[in-house]
């Protein structure tokens, strides 16, 4: 059907449905369904976490496992990685993979993408987001919107917005600028709706000025439906949804998850207790609302179904198989990082006859366990030791946990039952003895590590890794340390390690990916989507005291303003660990004979900046041509520069290619909050051509005008 077909059609079924049956649609009738029409043959709509997978199947009235036999799934790399990969065709092909799963198993809405942005390394769910720069989560969300909803399941991007901790989520209030709002905080979500044209978006739990944001008036009517002319289904967040007339009023559809654990009272029904249920019903009965206000909200959801449930010709989806799997460990490959690797510690050769000593908790913990709503149940997870183990089968390899954690319980810190002394003296006795000890540490999915619903305590390393890892290099100075996180850590010991390696949650194909990277069969070349600082407090939230992180449990203020993440260190010149945009390969790269196409642009033009890439090493490998741009005597305070484009390139060893990087002249406005819009300096621009954000190869002068 064609979209007026569709639009007729809607229009045709609102006209007969009874008020009853209208307000049923716009709430749950279980955890993750809201019902259906059965008198007219209008299906439930299904709704599945998440970004990384497809949730286990959960019972219908509470968060217990349903424990089903046949809803094992493919466990993709967490967001994190898949944002390193800066590869917006491999975002396509994870969108396209996880649709298929969430399809296979009936879902019509999978809840993800979320695109909030990286202010703070202390935000338990940043391991589900795409980094601290708009323009890069942009860039990849929408690929990953197109992917999954070309298998007729709507992605929904979330946290609707300023979502940017888990600490007092429920309520902290966020004050902002309107400039950094739309600068920084809403690009990716504008970018999501305008160009990856997705279906459903999820509110937050925050408030922003005084108003949750799940039926905030200026962020779901003016700037969502008025502004963006968003057509789809706003969707709270489990329990995010406080008032009657103002989720109503003010642009939610459907309303999730009110009270605990979905049984909010005593009633036959306790659904129709929820704020868009009988008190919403009653309003309208009453006249205190116009019917009209409740046909847009069932006119949002029956279009979702058109392209969803009720779509003629819909893909049947495809369960986990080999393909995702494949799929799932050439992402986790591409994304790792490699930061440091002195005297060439990477890659190891695994035709080498050699003791490896692999020490940590995290060389064998699962970690698609826990986390949070992103918590799924692979059919298959290789851990780090046993990818290594089948790759390096000359190797003598040996374990030691080093540290323990304790197991994931969502809401609460289980302590660990082992002896943290032994334990590390266990691991110190087998680094004595190993030709080469890899160090696996990081974080992990327990409370308030990287998971939902707390925020981590401390920047550095828990679980007592900083001073074991210490005493290991007492007695072997040749040790790699393998981090395994959603988020930056303090790192002490720098200095001392030979290598570091940024592996991320990489899900089903983690140590099959790992050893990859660790042997050579895969040359790095995945790049950090955030600053690592040195300090917590050379992070610009951190900088400006507990107001600005993480407020005072009722108001927050973003002091940081626009300068987050590289914004803050390039501008500030503080020097962080490791940069945005850093990355290092088994090869050399040069940027060479940097160009644009004119010196002078008019607002309408498009900017083109071409170059040679070289690769001038004797390994074939991945390099990310990253451009940035900035504004000389700027009237307005701006960043130094800001990332306007990229692209990766492949290369054969000892060869080269050229690239052309385009930006739109009109992205390069500031919001002007003295115009309350957009607003394009006229005058002279620098664009930093580089690999990174603090390795500028080239700087040309542009003028606008």
Known sequence: MK????????????????????????????????????RLGIPEVWMSDGPHGVRGEINWDDWGYAK?????????????CLAATFNPKLSKEYGINLGEEARYRKKDILLGPGVN??????????????????????????????GVQQNGVAACVKHFALNNQELWRDHINVEISDRALYEIYLPAFKAAVKEGNVWSIMGAYNQFRGQHTTHNSMLMNTILKKNWAFDGVVISDWGSTHN???????GLDIEMGTGTDGLTTSTKNAYDSYYLANPFLEMLKSGEIEEEVLNDKVRRILRLMFRTNMMPNRPFGRMNNQEHLDVARKIAGEGIVLLKNNNSFFPIDPSKKMTIAVIGENATKSM??????????????ISPLTGLKDRFTNATISHAMGYASGPSAYGKVIPSTFDA???????????KKADVVLFFGGLNKNHLQDCEGGDRQSFSLPFGQDNLLTEILKVNNNVGVVLISGNAVEMPWISNVNAIMQTWYLGSEAGNAIADVISGDVNPSGKLPFSFPKKLTDNAAHSFGKLSYPGDSINQYYKDDILVGYRWHDTKKIAPLFAFGEGLSYTTFEIKNVKSDKKTYAPSDKIIVSGLLLNTGNVDGAEVVQVYIGKSKSKVSRALKELKGFQKEFLKKASSTTFEIFINANDLAFYDETIADWNLEKGEYVIYIGNSSNNISAKIKIEIN
């Open 421 to 431: 002394e032994k334990l590390k003296l266990e691991a110190i006795e087998i680094a």
């Open 368 to 381: 698609t366990v826990g986390g949070g709503s992103s918590e799924l149940k692979a059919k298959t997870e």
């Open 244 to 250: 009657t007339k103002e989720a109503v009023l003010n």
């Open 68 to 80: 089903w036999t046949n809803d094992s799934i493919t466990a993709f790399p967490a967001l994190t």
């Open 117 to 146: 942005i990286y202010r703070t390394p202390l935000n338990g769910r940043n391991f589900e987001y795409l980094g601290e720069d708009p323009f890069l989560a942009s860039k990849m969300v929408i690929p990953y919107i197109q």
């Open 3 to 38: 979209a007026q077909q569709i639009e007729n059609k809607i229009d045709s079924i609102i006209s007969i449905l009874t008020l009853e049956e209208k307000v049923a649609m716009c709430h749950a009738q279980s955890k993750f369904s809201t019902p259906g029409v059965e």
